[in-house]
């Protein structure tokens, strides 16, 4: 069913939350999970904090809890938050607070989001990418999870693919199970920021937004 999103409802939703209020929500995670309940994290990658790419993540996790009760859903708006690279020299930053809610027991699945940036990802997604591998070693910790993509470009085919290509390519070294969306969006979700910033005016990508978030959803329950 095509959920229909306006920038009030919008605007009445967590996208307010502060840096440090995403931090205590992960520090708290493990203490808060609920027994079987299936938890899928999306993350958005944009410097922009609660900009288009955290307004497309939003739409696409409303969309996987709407598929059943069992599915949680948390946003991790890396905006506002320094993330380094990896490194071998280990570093205290922003991502080390939040690394224990990617170690949930009921983590189930996870949507990455990423701005384009001349045709790939943001360094801000990569650098996140990169941290998590730590949850590598010492087994892989996302193994089997699934795990699907969203972009969103200036131009309506602005390198969305690729970037969601890039993000599918990392998931992949975790050995997690890749899911697009249904017709449309069979990739992932691609959205196109045309509106001045208000990405629910593009209904064709808030539209492959819900479908890959439904697809997560899906694909976790068929487990």
Known sequence: MKQQVTRRIFAQGTMAATATGVLGAAAS???????????????ACS??????TATGMDVALKAAAAVDSRIETKLVDLGGLTVNGWSPTPTEDDFTKLLPLFKADNLAGLIIGSPVYFRTMSSLCKAFLERLGALRQ???????????????????NGGQEEVISEIHNAMLCHEATLVGGKAGAFQGATLWNAQGDDITKDEFGIETAQKLGARVAEEILKA
């Open 29 to 43: 995670a493990l203490g808060q999970q609920e027994s079987g309940k299936r938890l899928i994290i999306g993350v």
């Open 47 to 52: 410097p922009r904090k609660g900009m288009t």
């Open 138 to 156: 010492p087994k892989l910790l996302l193994s089997g999870k699934v795990a699907g993509a969203l972009a969103v470009g200036a131009m309506r």
